[in-house]
């Protein structure tokens, strides 16, 4: 018990806990293309009893078993999106780290761009104010 | 008895800290004299017993005194000394006493290096940094005591994390602290300016090399701890967007911006209440990131909400921090500005969109961190954002920021010649482009469109710090001052990690192959042959190595020797790559599980010009090292000190 609270105060101090790369060569598949996509999937997927690791570095069996569904949808021709869907719906949005496009995430996206169009506005602003004042030419 | 020596070091040093944060601010708001002298003395007396309490926890770790709780959580008899020195900033309570050392050492190297600032200015930074102390004297003292005693004394301790047993731990929480600790410096300079109230150009020179410092630390702090993530964690990722990462990152954003905006201010006398506003943020983010990590909200929202006491002491301490700043900012800004223009096309105009686009960077990173945390606990769902996302959005503002540092760095103060700048800069970033879109197709064989920009921009950011030198070294440029030379380091090394970043995640080759002794496998021109396996054994683990053998054409290049260990006390299976550095690429071999029969799952990796992401972070940080080195300052300081010893006699 002491060393589990010690570990979370590890992992809290440097966020990190990979213990062991996942390194599953049974998992390839034979079709590039394919492979691409599964790898790029697993990336993207949470494991859901690690702490912030994704399928693809994960060792937990969970993960592995997550693994395993995925390639089949993929061998089975299935596309990123309906992949993606399924996992949704039986996990929630909690299971994808790009987090897509709806509900409360909608805040996720459009903050960036909300950043940078005040920003943009703020640097033209503050360059038209900058334009009208005198430029003292003999400061240091 | 040693412990205890350390705890009532603690409190003494809390003691003298609240007098600090005291005695010196009323002294300098009412000029009495005799006060304001207290600040000095009492800054170095709060270090020294900061040092005592800290080399006391110290102790502890080399005589395993097993009876201090967080010395036989985190310790062992059989682990090497100098993990157990690392050992001292392992976990939560060490790590925050490091803290509090760092600030005493930050106050006292303030109280030394200001010999030549009006004796107020000093004592009310003084106070600022001890307000902030006693917070954080106070935390360690209420919730986590390192001092703390544990009875009956357990036989043996349970060891450092596996983890944390690497060399470049022992540097790397130092080095990252020192850093985000020291933007107190320019947070304390600010506050003082603010109550004061006067803010002239002097207080910026007086910033610039305390920033300096503190931003060239975080640099080589964070790319340390990139570094160890890279050659431990055993799968060759270098940045993983972690909060807390990110957490250090930020800061780094700000403070960066910060260092542009004190130079317009310095030169100029303009942007002064934003540069304020980012002093004022590059702190508060050094707070922030220190209640992520130390709260445990990371761990999750609901550990968080069931031992609130800890997160719940920063949440309040980092509330007032942040709180009163903004308000005495309110009070205080407004009135700044100096009615001085600039041309929209001049050096003011680009160091404004430096800072702008890095506080939109850090915006956006702050966003992806604490967007789920806030949605977990308003109950808005449970979401994730990771690498995919942070990839994505912190291109928005990045993107035009680095196609900027090239020209901006060559453009005039006050008002620039388009036409001129054009006429100098094309060859180069025509060259820089040709360059970015063929070279990476000719030696590797295809280009994505981003990659190519990347490429491209890297270039040309290499190219554009060096224009001026090559001119010099022709004998024909202008003459080049230590600052601009520090500048054009910096950028130097932006541009080449920024290569490094775009080659390395374009171009690694990563394999998992199941493979037993004897066999081969061949990746981007290598064969690597697994010899065998050898049992090994350290001084608290055990370990299997893989032998590999790497030949290119035939001729045999190296050998290397990838490990997995089982540590005797935490037994979880640690990897330890087999990494061949160089200049050109890495190659990377980790040994993943057994799959019987002698066969071991194994991943090996080709990873071009990652070196350059670290090397870059050295040439950045060294150019922060020629800036403070800048005699300008310490002549001033000189002139100044000379100035005041005549007013004094006279």
């Not at chain 2, 450092?160 to 540097?171: F, H, R, W």
């Not at chain 2, 130097?492 to 995640?505: A, E, F, R, Y």
């Amino acid at each position: 018990m002491i060393r589990a609270t010690t570990f979370g105060l590890l992992i809290g101090l440097l966020g990190l806990s990979f213990t062991a790369s996942a390194v599953d060569p049974s998992d390839k598949l034979e079709d590039p293309i394919q492979n691409e996509l599964y790898l790029a999937i697993t990336k993207e997927v949470r494991c859901l009893v690690c702490q912030n690791q994704s399928i693809a570095d994960s060792t937990a069996p969970l993960a592995a078993d997550l693994r395993r569904e995925i390639r089949r949808m993929v061998e089975e021709g299935q596309d990123e999106t309906r992949i993606k869907n399924f996992l949704v719906e039986r996990y929630g949005d909690f299971i994808l780290y790009r987090p897509r496009f709806r509900s409360w995430n909608i805040v996720l996206w459009l903050g960036p761009v909300a950043l940078m169009v005040v920003g943009f506005i703020a640097l033209a602003m503050n360059i038209r104010r900058r334009k009208s004042l005198p430029i003292d030419e003999d400061a240091p | 008895m040693i412990p205890e020596f350390g705890h009532i070091a603690l409190v003494i040093a809390l003691c003298i800290a609240v007098l600090q944060s005291v005695l010196p601010m009323v002294g300098a708001q009412r000029g009495n004299v005799a006060w304001i002298a207290t600040g000095r003395p009492l800054a170095h007396a709060q270090f020294l017993f900061l040092a005592i309490s800290f080399g006391c926890l110290m102790a502890a770790f080399l005589q395993n005194d097993f009876s201090v709780e967080y010395v036989a959580k985190n310790s062992n008899t059989a682990l090497p000394t100098m993990f157990k020195v690392a050992a001292v900033w392992g976990a939560h309570e060490g790590s925050l006493l490091l803290w509090s050392v760092t600030l005493g050492l930050w106050t006292s190297g303030v109280a030394v290096f200001s010999k030549s600032l009006p004796n107020a200015m000093v004592s009310r930074v003084l106070a600022v940094m001890g307000v902030i102390a006693v917070g954080f004297m106070l935390f360690i003292l209420l919730t986590s005591n390192p001092f703390d005693r544990l009875f009956p004394a357990p036989f043996d301790g349970a060891d450092l994390n596996p983890l944390l047993q690497d060399p470049a731990l022992i540097i790397h929480p130092p080095m990252l602290y020192m850093g985000y600790v020291g933007f107190s410096v320019p947070f304390g300079f600010a506050i003082a300016a603010m109550l004061a109230g006067n803010l002239d150009q002097q207080w910026a020179r007086w910033t610039r090399p305390w920033t300096a410092t503190a931003w060239l630390f975080l640099t080589m702090g964070i790319a340390l701890g990139s570094w160890w993530a890279y050659y431990e964690l055993g799968w060759g990722g270098w940045w993983f967007w972690d909060p807390v990462e990110n957490a250090a990152f930020m800061p780094w954003l700000v403070g960066t911006g910060l260092m542009h905006s004190l130079a317009v201010t310095e030169k100029r006398g303009l942007f002064k209440s934003w540069t304020l506003l980012m002093a004022i943020a590059a702190f508060s983010l050094s707070l922030l990131g220190t209640f992520l990590v130390r709260s445990g909200v990371l761990v999750s929202v609901h550990a968080f909400a069931a031992d609130p006491a800890r997160g719940l002491f920063i949440l309040i301490f980092l509330g007032i921090v942040i709180g009163t700043s903004l308000t005495l900012y309110a009070y205080r800004a407004s009135s700044l500005e100096t009615q001085v223009g600039f041309t929209h096309f001049s050096r003011e105009t680009f160091i404004l969109l430096n800072s702008i686009l890095l506080v939109i960077a850090a915006g956006v990173v702050l966003l992806g961190t604490l967007g789920p945390l806030v949605f977990g606990a308003l109950d808005l769902g449970s979401v994730s954002v990771g690498p995919q996302y942070f990839e994505l959005v912190f291109l928005f503002p990045m993107l035009p920021l680095l196609l900027a540092v090239g020209v901006g760095m060559h453009t005039a103060w006050r008002s620039a010649n388009p036409r001129e700048l054009f006429r100098r800069l094309r060859w180069p970033a025509l060259g820089a482009l040709v360059a970015g879109m063929f070279v990476p197709w000719l030696v590797f064989g295809s280009v994505s469109l981003l990659t190519a920009l990347g490429v491209t921009i890297g270039l040309w950011t290499v190219i554009a710090s060096l224009i001026d030198p090559a001119k010099k070294l022709r004998g024909k440029g202008p003459r080049i001052t230590r600052s601009m030379v520090a500048m054009q380091l910096a950028h130097l090394g932006l541009g080449l990690t920024v290569l490094g970043i775009t080659v390395t995640s374009a171009y690694t080759v990563v394999t998992d192959e199941g493979m037993k002794p004897g066999e081969t496998v061949d990746i981007a021109g290598y064969t690597f042959r697994f010899e065998e396996t050898l049992p090994v054994s350290g001084p608290n683990y055990e370990a299997i190595q893989g032998v590999f053998t790497v030949s290119r054409n035939g001729a045999e290049l190296t050998q290397l020797r990838p490990e997995k260990r089982v540590y005797r006390v935490q037994t979880s299976p640690m990897t330890e790559a087999g990494i061949k550095a160089g200049w050109g690429r890495d190659l990377f071999i980790a040994l993943g599980e057994q799959l019987g029969r002698g066969a071991w799952s194994v991943r090996i990796q080709y990873k071009p010009l990652i070196r350059f992401i670290w090397f870059g972070c050295i040439v950045m940080a060294i150019g922060g090292l020629v800036g403070i080195s800048d005699p300008r300052y310490r002549q001033r300081a000189r002139a100044k000190a000379a100035a005041d010893g005549v007013t004094a006699t006279a």
